[in-house]
């Protein structure tokens, strides 16, 4: 089973960074988008950026614009979220998914991570 394989998180202070980093775990071939979502405590899970990989077109939640910057290493087929200046509102459960297109859609993307916890403190 094709399985995305998430790192980078963690606990730091309102205002300091993190950098996110999802590779696949199988050789699956590229899927053409890969992006990032997250789900806080007793909310639903929101789309946060996506990036693809024929064009490099970007996406980003308004939440997290000027703030978030999503990345890709070609020869290693990953992708980082580089997350600067943290809220505590930022606080949760991250997720990397890969799919065809992209989309602001859980439903567009068709693997998954099994998440990575980030905690910002005020």
């Known amino acids: 089973q094709v399985q995305l394989v998430e790192s980078g998180g963690g606990l730091v202070q309102a205002g300091g960074s993190l950098r996110l980093s999802c590779a696949p775990s199988t050789l699956i071939g590229r899927t053409n988008t890969m992006g990032w979502f997250r789900q806080a405590p007793g909310k639903e899970r929101e789309f946060v950026a996506a990036?693809?990989?024929?064009?490099?077109?970007?996406y980003y939640a308004d939440s997290v614009k000027g703030r978030f910057t999503i990345s890709r290493d070609n020869a290693k087929n990953t992708v980082y979220l580089q997350m600067n200046t943290l809220k505590p509102e930022d606080t949760a459960v991250y997720y990397c998914a890969a799919g065809p297109y992209p989309s602001t859609r859980e439903s567009a993307y068709e693997y998954w991570g099994q998440g990575t916890q980030v905690t910002v403190s005020s």
């Open positions: 990036r693809t990989w024929s064009d490099g077109g970007t």
